[in-house]
C-alpha cells in the first residue's frame, strides 16, 4: 500500500512569489490534514480537509490556502511568499477524521 | 502557549542507557500518539494511547498515558543508535478545539555509540 506522497520535495521561490504543494494521502483515507514545521515554532497545524471541505483551521493569515479534490487529493497554496514561510510542509492523511495520522515525507520550501 | 510541554528538549546519551521522555499538558485529550522524526522526512507513528492509565510497549520502548489523559512518557531500555531522532507527542482532542492533533515541543534524542 503506496505511503502519503508529497511533491515536489523541495522548492525555492522568491519573496512575492506563490506557491502551490501537493498532497495525495494513501488510498482510502478521506482526511488529509496540512503542517508547517519550523525549528521555532515545531509543527503547527494549517488545516484539515475531509470529503472536499475544510474542518478546521489554524491560525495562520489568509495568504494559506487550500483545497481537497473528490480523490481526496489536496493542495495547499501559499500566496504573497515572506522569508518566515521557509519550513518543511507536512501532509498527514486518516481514514476518517479522528484516527490515527500518517504524514508524508514533506516539502521543503526555502524563500529568498 | 503550547499545549503539550515535552521534556527534556535535548537528549544525548550512551549507548545502552535507559531514558525517558516526558509529554505533560494541563489539557484532557481523547488519545495521544507518539511520533519519532528523521531529517528530512515526515514523522513516523509509533502508537496511539487511548485509555487513562494505558501502557504499551513496542520492543524496548513503552509507552505510557496517564491515569488522567492529561500526560504521556516513554521509556527507550538498552538505546541503540537507531533510536536517534526527533520525538513528538500529539494530543487529540475531538471534542473542541480547532486543531485535529496538537504537537509537542518535541525531545530531539542522541544515542552516542
Known amino acids: 500500500k503506496a505511503g502519503v506522497t508529497q511533491t515536489p520535495r523541495y522548492l525555492i521561490k522568491t519573496r512575492g512569489q506563490q506557491v502551490t504543494l501537493s498532497c495525495s494521502p494513501i488510498?482510502?483515507?478521506?482526511?488529509v490534514s496540512w503542517y508547517q514545521q519550523t525549528p521555532g515554532q515545531g509543527l503547527q497545524f494549517l488545516f484539515e480537509?475531509?470529503?472536499?471541505?475544510?474542518?478546521n483551521k489554524g491560525n495562520f493569515p489568509g495568504r494559506f490556502s487550500g483545497r481537497q479534490f473528490s480523490n481526496s487529493r489536496s493542495e495547499m497554496n501559499v500566496s504573497t511568499l515572506e522569508l518566515g514561510d521557509s519550513a518543511l510542509y507536512l501532509c498527514?492523511?486518516?481514514?476518517?477524521?479522528?484516527?490515527?495520522?500518517?504524514f508524508g515525507q514533506g516539502t521543503r520550501l526555502t524563500v529568498v | 502557549t503550547q499545549l503539550l510541554e515535552q521534556s527534556p528538549q535535548f537528549l544525548s546519551i550512551q549507548e545502552g542507557e535507559n531514558l525517558t521522555v516526558y509529554c505533560n499538558s494541563s489539557?484532557?485529550?481523547?488519545?495521544l500518539q507518539w511520533y519519532r522524526q528523521e531529517p528530512g522526512e515526515g514523522p513516523v507513528l509509533l502508537v496511539t494511547?487511548?485509555?487513562?492509565?494505558e501502557v504499551k510497549k513496542l520492543k524496548r520502548l513503552t509507552f505510557q498515558f496517564g491515569d488522567a489523559r492529561k500526560d504521556s512518557s516513554l521509556h527507550i531500555t538498552a538505546a541503540q543508535p537507531g533510536d536517534t531522532g526527533l520525538y513528538l507527542c500529539?494530543?487529540?482532542?475531538?471534542?473542541?478545539?480547532?486543531?485535529?492533533?496538537?504537537f509537542g515541543t518535541g525531545t530531539r534524542l542522541t544515542i552516542i555509540p
Open positions: 488510498s482510502g483515507h478521506r482526511s
Open positions: 498527514a492523511s486518516s481514514q476518517a477524521r479522528y484516527t490515527e495520522a500518517f
Open positions: 494511547v487511548v485509555t487513562g492509565g
Open positions: 489539557s484532557v485529550f481523547s488519545s
Open positions: 500529539a494530543g487529540e482532542r475531538t471534542n473542541f478545539g480547532n486543531e485535529k492533533l496538537t
Open positions: 480537509y475531509f470529503s472536499e471541505t475544510q474542518r
